[in-house]
């Protein structure tokens, strides 16, 4: 009971830092070489290091053609609905080198939806939608306008 005492208050005065730490000397003395410590050579260890810095250096690229990819389908989008641009999102671009287009996939789809908006805004699409709706329809529809227009015109004006 006694020695178990002594160790373990000479281990918290080496955890201390009091001395009596040899072993951790030794142990820190062994990894001052990081290529030693990777259980590689010297020139082995420069190679890794270098692979490490160009796929980083690669992902840092993609992630940044990404980023400005999300940024030009955000400007597209804020243009469809007539939104404030953004000077971020202008910038992301910019970083990017100014060639960023949409991805090929989001491309189809805006190219789509224009087609469909075009198609609702021509006179064709409109005598389309007409033909969908119930002449019944319109009619309740044209009521309900001028009803409500009436009423608000004889709140406004007490002539009336």
Known sequence: ??????????????????????EEKKEEGG???PAAAQGMTREEYEEYQKQMIEE?????AAFTQKKAERACL????????????????????????DDVDLPEDLR?????????????DSILGQLQNL???DLDTIKEKAQATFTEIKQTAEQKCSVM
């Open 108 to 120: 189809k789809m805006v190219d789509e939806d224009q087609e469909e908006e075009e198609d609702k």
């Open 131 to 133: 033909q969908n709706m």
């Open 56 to 60: 980083k250096m690669e992902r840092d």
């Open 74 to 97: 955000r400007v597209h989008l804020r243009e469809k609905y007539r939104l404030p641009k953004s000077e971020m999102d202008e910038t992301q671009i910019q970083l990017a080198g």
């Open 1 to 22: 009971m006694a020695f178990f005492m002594k160790s373990m208050i000479s281990n918290q005065i080496k955890n201390l830092g009091f001395g009596g730490g040899t």
């Open 31 to 33: 990894t001052s070489d």
